[in-house]
């Protein structure tokens, strides 16, 4: 199972970025993907949710209405687009794929590699 994450940079607030999670090793269509983040000294966080079936979304109040999650079963890649990008945003961001519908980090069973954003103010 491998998980490419990609697209992070330096972005000035208010900006937007796009993120893409690239899978292989797995039947894609089968699992939910999971966007999660960790700041300097923070805990990882979820950050968006997407299930296997009907894309069901799920995401962390801070940044509904700014970022959205969507997949293509074709290309076996899951994107989330931030809008509307906050310092407060800053973090290396991975993807994660589980067997279950959840946003809690230790029930993803494998993990990419994580892209770094960075907002400035």
């Known amino acids: 199972v491998q998980l490419q994450a990609c697209g992070g940079g330096l972005v000035q607030a208010g900006g937007s970025l796009r993120l893409s999670c690239a899978a292989s090793?797995?039947?894609?269509?089968?699992?939910?993907i999971g966007w999660f983040r960790q700041a300097p000294g923070k805990e990882r966080e979820g950050v968006s949710c997407?299930?296997?079936?009907?894309?069901?979304?799920y995401y962390r109040d801070s940044v509904k209405d700014r970022f959205t999650i969507s997949r293509d079963n074709d290309k076996n890649t899951v994107y989330l687009q931030m809008n509307s990008l906050k310092p407060e945003d800053t973090a290396v961001y991975y993807c994660?794929?589980?067997?279950?519908?959840?946003?809690?980090?230790?029930?993803?069973?494998?993990w990419g590699q994580g892209t770094l954003v960075t907002v400035s103010s």
């Open positions: 994660a794929v589980t067997g279950w519908w959840t946003r809690m980090p230790d029930q993803y069973d494998y």
């Open positions: 090793g797995f039947y894609f269509d089968d699992y939910a």
């Open positions: 997407i299930s296997s079936s009907d894309s069901t979304t």
